[in-house]
């Protein structure tokens, strides 16, 4: 054999390897680059009282306040093939450009099922975020092999991208049915069920905790779905249940702003106010543009009669947001327990144009 039939054959060697890798570590890995996870800040502003302020998590009718409720947490994707040995050639070597976008024409050339092919194609769809044309593939793929979980986690997650969430709870049932060991499609969906709750505004909160518990059976570290479940918690009132929640989570990562001030907003529901300046004052050590958490800090220093840290407070929450709505109103109550009542009918009056 001449030096070039050798080269040739090597080349046949590798390419079949990574064929073969490819289709292995499809079947055995999770969604990979936009997983649907945690939910940051409720949407929900507390009415405020005659003598009451209360503390928020999230700027109400904020355009980004959807979308800031949605983590991206890269897991992982096809460059893990990098990590598998196929006689002494690394597979990143082969192709150590495009072996992460598979050409998919080759992979027709050298066989692969069409339902991988039809897989892999609405997967590069969803990372261009062309949703539709990803389903599109994702159906292919279930039409030619009912049985492949990845292309219903796939095809639900992108449901969900277009927030067709009845569609998207099917899929995940679906794969769940198929696989019920994937603490992250329990995740998914009870995400999917919390949102479809919050538009229909039915009690169907009670089904996102059960799959957020479930996901945590599986997974008792599993970060995202305790954030998902701490809301959850928090949207039916079990302070309670948050805190325990947060704990955790604080345990694990704990350089959490949102949690911090998550946690203080329960505490300060349950009339706390000390712990609940403590976990606010953590948020804003963490995040010190954090306007959310300078505001509820101030709330509870209102609560506490320190009206001058409660001013002080306020002024910065505004000087980070000053079209923040809410804190216009709580600055305006400020003032008129500190007896400045002209002060406070301007913050009343610009709290009224903002949220109008």
């Not at 040739?8 to 060697?13: D, F, K, T």
């Not at 050409?103 to 062309?130: H, T, V």
């Not at 949703?131 to 159906?139: L, Q, R, W």
């Not at 994937?182 to 069920?193: C, D, H, I, L, P």
């Amino acid at each position: 054999m001449n030096k070039r039939e050798f080269i040739l054959l090597l080349a046949g060697v590798s390419a079949v390897i990574l064929i073969i890798v490819l289709c292995g570590i499809i079947f055995t890995r999770g969604k990979k680059d936009t997983q649907v996870n945690q939910i940051e800040e409720p949407l929900i502003v507390d009415e405020i009282q005659e003598e009451e302020i209360s503390v928020i998590e999230e700027f109400e009718n904020s355009a980004q306040a959807h979308e800031s409720r949605i983590v991206s947490r890269p897991l992982s994707s096809l460059s893990n093939l990098s990590k598998f040995r196929g006689m002494g050639v690394l597979v990143s070597e082969i192709d150590p450009v495009n072996f992460e976008n598979p050409d998919l024409d080759i992979l027709k050339q050298m066989g692969a099922d069409p339902y991988l092919i039809s897989y892999l194609a609405g997967e590069q769809f969803y990372r261009n975020s062309d949703f539709d044309k990803a389903i599109f593939e994702f159906t292919a793929s279930i039409n030619r092999y009912s049985g492949f979980t990845q292309s219903y986690i796939s095809r639900g997650n992108a449901w969900l991208k277009k927030r067709e969430y009845n569609r998207a709870i099917d899929d995940y049932t679906q794969a769940i049915k198929l696989d019920g060991k994937k603490a992250e499609v329990y995740n998914y969906r009870g995400f999917a069920r919390a949102e479809l709750a919050a538009r229909n505004k039915f009690n169907g909160i009670n089904l996102a905790i059960e799959d957020y518990t479930h996901a945590i059976s599986i997974n008792k570290n599993y970060v995202d779905a305790l954030i998902n479940r701490s809301y959850a918690y928090y949207q039916t009132g079990d302070f309670t249940r948050v805190i325990e929640d947060c704990d955790r989570i604080i345990a694990l990562e704990p350089t959490n702003a949102v949690i911090w001030n998550r946690r203080g907003s329960a505490w300060y529901a349950r009339e706390d106010d000390d712990k609940a300046i403590t976990d606010f004052s953590q948020a804003i050590k963490i995040k010190s543009d954090y306007a959310v958490a300078w505001y509820n800090r101030a709330n509870a220093w209102y609560n506490k009669q320190e009206l001058d840290k409660a001013l002080a407070d306020v002024n910065r929450c505004l000087a980070i947001n000053p079209s923040f709505a809410d804190a216009y109103t709580s600055r305006g109550k400020i003032f008129q327990s500190m007896g400045n009542n002209e002060s406070a009918a301007t913050d009343f009056d610009s709290a009224q144009r903002l949220k109008k």
